[in-house]
Nanobody, 120 residues
Framework: VQLVESGGGLVQPGGSLRLSCAAS????????MGWYRQAPGKQRDLVAT???????NYADSVKGRFTISRDNAKKTVYLQMNSLKPEDTAVYYC???????????????WGKGTQVTVSS
């Protein structure tokens, strides 16, 4: 199984970015998916999660600015980030709880991360 993130980059404060994370491999089903971020010298923190049914959860720091969504047919989760601030600068990681073909329980997988830098 692979999770591949894309969409990171450099953006000015107040700008927007859209991150994508596509899952591939011998997948039976994808349960919860989410985005986490890690700034230099800090721990990895939750940004947003979404269940297979579409229920969402956000960190307080991003509520009203970020939107998580998913396309189950494409096995992809998105993070629309608006009104970006310098403190949003971090490496953003995708996480997914995936049940493999022939398995009966899910396992968490991580992507390698994509850098988001918010600076003027």
């Amino acid at each position: 199984v692979q999770l591949v993130e894309s969409g990171g980059g450099l953006v000015q404060p107040g700008g927007s970015l859209r991150l994508s994370c596509a899952a591939s491999g011998s997948i039976f089903s994808i349960n919860g998916m989410g985005w986490y971020r890690q700034a230099p010298g800090k721990q990895r923190d939750l940004v947003a999660t979404i269940t297979s049914g579409g229920s969402t959860n956000y960190a307080d720091s991003v509520k009203g600015r970020f939107t998580i969504s998913r396309d189950n047919a494409k096995k992809t989760v998105y993070l629309q980030m608006n009104s970006l601030k310098p403190e949003d600068t971090a490496v953003y990681y995708c996480d997914a709880n995936i049940t493999l073909l022939g398995s009966w329980q899910g396992t968490h997988y991580w992507g390698k991360g994509t850098q988001v830098t918010v600076s003027s």
